[in-house]
């Protein structure tokens, strides 16, 4: 089967630094994807990682290690419109089918 | 960048009445289209993936009679879901990636969220 693990819930402070972590097994893995998705909203994407290392784009960065079967998404600075549901996506070959993980929800205090 | 639009964005029917939600791209060529469903607090459920001019695949335990897909176009798919009841309210969301776009990235349309009464 296909499957994605992920925390069900973070809490961090505003200004800090938090990780996501995200562990699957799929077959025909290609890449590792991140969304962001605020209550009553569509998903909007992070980042994506086809090889290991790490992506950064701005204050987000992604991780992966294929050998693993391993990444994660780190988030620095953190604000308060972080606060939002993070999901890990496995991006399969055979169509680029995306099956998503549970998703984390991300709290960030004042 | 990359846009894809879903009309409408919300839709109220009755139950036994059929629904069509549509998703566009708005400046690329999709030529393969994704469709989920996510009920509230969980994760987005692939229902069935289309590319343009072939029949939808549809993913295990979704049933293709009852939610219908057409990618008639590179620009246009159709998710009609029939003979509607209130267990079908859902957020649907469909995406999109393309041959002018990172084959392996999907662009998200805003959803459409399905009340059945």
């Known amino acids: 089967g296909q499957s994605l693990e992920q925390p069900s819930e973070v809490t961090a402070v505003e200004g800090a630094i938090v990780q996501i972590n995200c562990t699957y097994q799929t077959s025909g893995f290609y890449g590792l994807s991140w969304y962001q998705q605020h209550d009553g909203g569509a998903p909007t994407f992070l980042s994506y990682?086809?090889?290991?290392g790490l992506e950064e784009t701005g204050r987000f960065s992604s991780f992966l290690s294929r050998s693993d079967s391993y990444g994660y998404l780190l988030l620095q600075e953190l604000q308060m419109k972080d606060s939002a549901s993070y999901f890990c996506a496995a991006v399969n070959t055979g169509g680029f089918k995306t099956i998503f993980g549970a998703g984390t929800r991300l709290f960030v205090k004042a | 960048g990359a846009v894809v639009s879903q009309h409408p964005s919300w839709v109220i029917c009755k139950s036994g009445t059929s629904v069509k939600i549509e998703c566009r791209s708005l400046d690329f060529q999709a030529t393969t289209m994704f469709w989920y469903r996510q009920f509230p607090k969980q994760s987005l459920m692939l229902m069935a993936t289309?590319?343009?001019?072939?029949?939808?695949?549809?993913e295990q335990g979704v049933e293709k009679d009852k939610f219908l897909i057409n990618h008639a176009s590179l620009t246009l798919s159709t998710l009609t879901v029939t003979s509607a009841h209130p267990e079908d309210s859902s957020f649907y969301i469909c995406?999109?990636?393309?041959?002018?776009?990172?084959?392996?990235?999907?662009?998200f349309g805003p959803g459409t969220r399905l009340t059945v009464l």
């Open positions: 990682n086809a090889l290991d």
């Open positions: 995406s999109a990636s393309g041959s002018s776009t990172d084959t392996d990235t999907q662009y």
């Open positions: 289309s590319n343009e001019g072939s029949k939808a695949t549809y």
